[in-house]
């Protein structure tokens, strides 16, 4: 269990949770909050571009579909925005059938499909803050 290392020796990250569902994402800051990490929470694209705004997340979480800005429209507007938010690795969480095809238009290798096990969170957190590759969106296959 790698993430029982990271709570034991106290490595963390401030990693921000951009979900619409409030339950999953209190569950999801809970189970970082264990393993060692520092969470923060938005519930929607458009709170989430704020909360990096105020503070620039080592890592982000976040869920495809969502009201007023849906997580590919929050990716994409990190990576207009130029100013180093378009460096932070992002994971897709989703239920929704094609979520392989939507982290390629987001541009990222991190996602998992909704339901995920405690295990496989931690597993793809300590992965994407290891090798911190950071997303390159592709505006057309986000539609």
Not at 11 to 37: K, P, T, Y
Not at 75 to 99: H, M
């Amino acid at each position: 269990m790698p993430w029982l290392w990271v709570a034991m020796w106290g490595l963390m990250a401030d990693v921000l949770i951009v979900e619409d569902n409030q339950d999953l994402a209190s569950l999801l800051a809970e189970i970082l909050r264990v393993a060692g990490h520092e969470p923060r929470e938005a519930h929607n694209g458009r709170e989430g571009l704020d909360r990096v705004a105020e503070k620039m997340p080592s890592l982000i979480i976040l869920d495809v579909e969502m009201p007023v800005l849906t997580g590919p429209e929050m990716a994409y507007g990190l990576f207009l925005r130029n100013c180093g938010d378009e460096k932070i690795p992002i994971i897709l969480l989703s239920g929704v059938v094609g979520l392989p095809r939507i982290a390629a238009g987001v541009g990222t290798p991190y996602f998992l499909s909704k339901p995920y096990s405690v295990e496989g969170i931690l597993q793809l957190v300590e992965r994407a803050l290891r090798e911190r590759v950071p997303p390159r969106p592709q505006r057309e296959r986000l539609a």
